[in-house]
C-alpha cells in the first residue's frame, strides 16, 4: 500500500474502516499461525483495551499483555476484568528516573537533550547539528532543522554547548537528567522478550491519526508488516480518535477512570470527559502541549500521595536533597504546584 492509499482509506466511512480493521486482523492471524508462530495483544490505555475486546468479538481469542504497573490504576483495573497477563519491568520508575533521568518533551528530544546535558559527550559533530542544524562533512554540509533542537529547548538545556551558538541567552544547567530511555527498559524490552520466549508475534492499538513518529511508519508500512526485525498488526491504523471513540461505545468497552466518560458534543464530536490519552504516571512526554487540568493535575487528584511523591520525592539530587518532576516542570515554565479544580486556581500553600 502506498502512503496515497494509505491516505485515501482514512477518509473511508467509519464502517468500511471497522471492516477493513477486521479484514487485516484477521490477514495477520492466518497468516503468523500459518508460519507455525503465535499472535497476542499489547495492552495498555483505551485504544488497545479498545483493540483487544474488538478482537475477541469478531473471534480472535489470543493472549493479551502488559506491564500493567505502569499505567494509571484505572488502566490496571480494566486489564485485571479482562485477564490481561501482567509482566514485570526491567527497571522500576524510581529506577529510571534516578539513573536515567525524566522522559519530557518528545522522545527524540529527550533524547538529543540528553546529549547536551553530558558536557563531555563524545559525538561532537552531532551536538553541532543539535545546536545549529549544519550537518559537517558527513552529512554534505546540508542543513536540517529536523536534527536541531528548537531554540526553545536549546536555551534550557544547551548552555554546556553555548559556543555553537553564541547568540542564544541559556538558563543554567538543570540538576536533573533528561532521557528518552524509559520505554525500551519498563515496557518494550520486557514485552519483546515475552514475544520471543512465546514465539508470538503482537497487536498493536496505533493509528496514523496520533500523529508523531508512528505515523509515518504506519502511513509507508501499512496495518500488516512483516519484516526481518519487525512484525507486527495495527488493525486500526488508518482509525481516527472519532472512529476508535465510536468503536469503543458500540462494543461497549470499559472505559478506565482516568478517561472519564465518552459524550457527544452538540456539533456530534465524541470526546472523553477527562484523560484523551493515559499512560506511565511519571511520564512527562508531551507535557509542554497539555492544557490544564494536564495530566499531573488528574493525578493529584485522583491519587494525591503518589503525586506528591513524584512530585517531591522520587529523585535524589548530588546535594542529597530530595526532588522530582515539580523541579523538571519548574525548569520548562509548566504550572504544577497549584491546585487546579473546573477552571479555577486555588493556592497550595
Same mark, same amino acid.
Request: aromatic fraction near 10%.
Given at each position: 500500500m502506498t502512503i496515497a492509499e494509505f491516505q485515501q482509506k482514512q477518509k473511508l466511512p467509519y464502517e468500511a474502516k471497522v471492516a477493513h480493521a477486521e479484514i487485516r486482523a484477521r490477514e495477520f492471524y492466518n497468516t503468523i499461525l500459518g508460519r507455525g508462530d503465535n499472535v497476542h495483544v499489547?495492552?495498555?490505555? #483505551?485504544?488497545? %483495551? ?28 480494566? =486489564? ?34 540528553? /546529549? ?26 546540508? =542543513? ?19 559556543? =555553537? ?18 520505554? /525500551? ?56 480518535? $472519532?472512529? !476508535?471513540?465510536?468503536?469503543? #461505545?458500540? !462494543? ?6 482516568? /478517561? ?9 464530536? !465524541? ?22 487540568? =494536564?495530566?499531573? @493535575?488528574? !493525578? ?22 530530595? /526532588? ?7 525548569? %520548562?515554565?509548566?504550572?504544577?504546584? @497549584? ?5 479555577? $486556581?486555588?493556592?497550595?500553600?
Amino acid at each position: 500500500m502506498t502512503i496515497a492509499e494509505f491516505q485515501q482509506k482514512q477518509k473511508l466511512p467509519y464502517e468500511a474502516k471497522v471492516a477493513h480493521a477486521e479484514i487485516r486482523a484477521r490477514e495477520f492471524y492466518n497468516t503468523i499461525l500459518g508460519r507455525g508462530d503465535n499472535v497476542h495483544v499489547s495492552v495498555g490505555g #483505551l485504544d488497545s %483495551i479498545t483493540l483487544l475486546v474488538f478482537l475477541r468479538h469478531i473471534g480472535i481469542n489470543v493472549p493479551a499483555i502488559s506491564v500493567s504497573i505502569l499505567e494509571d490504576k484505572g488502566n490496571q483495573e480494566v =486489564h485485571r476484568q479482562l485477564g490481561v497477563t501482567n509482566i514485570a519491568p526491567y527497571m522500576s520508575k524510581t529506577q529510571v528516573l534516578n539513573e536515567l533521568g525524566f522522559p519530557v518533551v518528545s522522545k527524540a528530544k529527550a533524547n538529543k537533550i540528553s /546529549y547536551l546535558l553530558n558536557e563531555n559527550a563524545e559525538k561532537q559533530t552531532f551536538i553541532h547539528a543539535i545546536m545549529t542544524g549544519d550537518m559537517g562533512e558527513q552529512g554534505g554540509f546540508k =542543513h536540517s532543522n529536523r536534527i536541531k533542537l528548537p531554540d526553545k529547548w536549546l536555551k534550557l538545556f544547551g548552555k554546556n554547548y553555548a559556543e =555553537h551558538r553564541p547568540d542564544l541567552s541559556y538558563a543554567d544547567i538543570p540538576e536533573f537528567k533528561v532521557s528518552s530511555r524509559c520505554c /525500551y527498559y519498563m515496557k518494550e524490552k520486557p514485552c519483546d522478550d515475552w514475544a520471543k520466549e512465546h514465539n508470538s508475534y503482537p497487536y498493536l492499538g496505533l493509528m496514523a491519526s496520533e500523529g508523531g513518529q508512528r505515523e509515518m511508519g504506519l502511513m509507508k508500512n501499512g496495518c500488516n508488516y512483516y519484516g526481518k526485525s519487525t512484525t507486527r498488526s495495527c488493525p486500526f491504523a488508518i482509525f481516527s480518535r $472519532q472512529d !476508535l471513540l465510536q468503536l469503543t #461505545l458500540d !462494543l461497549n468497552v470499559p472505559v478506565p477512570k482516568a /478517561y472519564g466518560e465518552i459524550v457527544r458534543d452538540a456539533d456530534g464530536t !465524541l470526546r472523553t470527559t477527562r484523560a484523551q490519552r493515559t499512560g506511565c504516571s511519571m511520564c512527562g512526554f508531551g507535557i509542554h502541549i497539555e492544557k490544564r487540568p =494536564h495530566r499531573f @493535575d488528574r !493525578l493529584r487528584e485522583d491519587n494525591p500521595k503518589e503525586w506528591h511523591y513524584w512530585m517531591y520525592n522520587c529523585c535524589t539530587d548530588s546535594n542529597g536533597k530530595k /526532588y522530582g518532576w515539580g523541579r523538571v516542570l519548574d525548569h %520548562i515554565g509548566i504550572e504544577w504546584e @497549584d491546585e487546579y479544580i473546573e477552571n479555577t $486556581q486555588l493556592s497550595f500553600i
